[in-house]
Every structure is written in structure tokens, then in C-alpha cells.
């Protein structure tokens, strides 16, 4: 089975930086995105970075310029530098793994979530 381990998440000033892993074990097929979610207290989940198995990047404009996603193939782990954070970024930060399995359909696999709080 697929399974996702996050590290990294902690508490850090505004201005600072954190650097987010997820290590993945099990099956994964060829065609996939992964991505990174937060969710902070009150709101709605947010993807906000995803990269694609051909290391294809994409941003949500809240993170644009700040945060950098990367892949490591060969340790199967996806990465998240976190620049300039502001107490807004603070959240549970999940990471994810969607493997595509057909046209518009797809699986979901998660890891436990991490959670990163800005402030002074």
C-alpha cells in the first residue's frame, strides 16, 4: 500500500523559513501529481503547490514566489521551501499523492499532516 510520512512542520517567525518532507513508500504508477495542502483554523483545505511526474510545477497565487515544491525520484520524496512566511501561512500542512487511473478519475493518498505556525 502507498503510504506518505511528512516532516519538518515547527513554529518560526514571521520572515523565516521551513523546509516541509514527504517520504512515499508502496506502488506508484508513472502518471501522478503530487501536491501540498494547508488548512488553517476556520477555512477550507487550499492546494496550493502540485508537481507533476514530468517535474511540471504550478502555484497557487498566495504562495507564488515564496514557496518552492521539488521531487527527489530517487528517494521518492517530495520537498516544500518555505520563504518569507507570513502568520497567515500558519496551518496544517498535508502532503499528497494523486495517481491517475483513468480519464478524470484518479486516487488519493495522504500523509498525516504537519503543522507549521508563523509568529513572533
Known amino acids: 500500500q502507498v503510504q506518505l510520512v511528512e516532516s519538518g512542520g515547527g513554529l518560526v517567525q514571521p520572515g523565516g523559513s521551513l523546509r516541509l518532507s514527504c517520504a512515499a513508500s508502496g506502488s506508484i504508477f508513472s502518471l501522478n501529481v503530487m501536491g501540498w495542502y494547508r488548512q488553517a483554523p476556520g477555512k477550507q483545505r487550499e492546494l496550493f503547490a502540485t508537481?507533476?511526474?514530468?517535474?511540471?510545477?504550478n502555484y497557487a497565487d498566495s504562495v507564488k514566489g515564496r514557496f518552492t515544491i521539488s521531487k527527489d525520484n530517487a528517494k521518492n520524496t517530495v520537498s516544500l521551501q518555505m520563504n518569507s512566511l507570513d502568520p497567515e501561512d500558519t496551518a496544517v500542512y498535508y502532503c499528497?499523492?494523486?495517481?491517475?487511473?483513468?480519464?478524470?478519475?484518479?486516487?488519493?493518498?495522504w500523509g498525516q499532516g504537519t503543522q507549521v505556525t508563523v509568529s513572533s
Open positions: 499528497n499523492l494523486r495517481i491517475l487511473v483513468g480519464i478524470e478519475s484518479w486516487s488519493d493518498y
Open positions: 508537481i507533476t511526474s514530468g517535474h511540471i510545477t
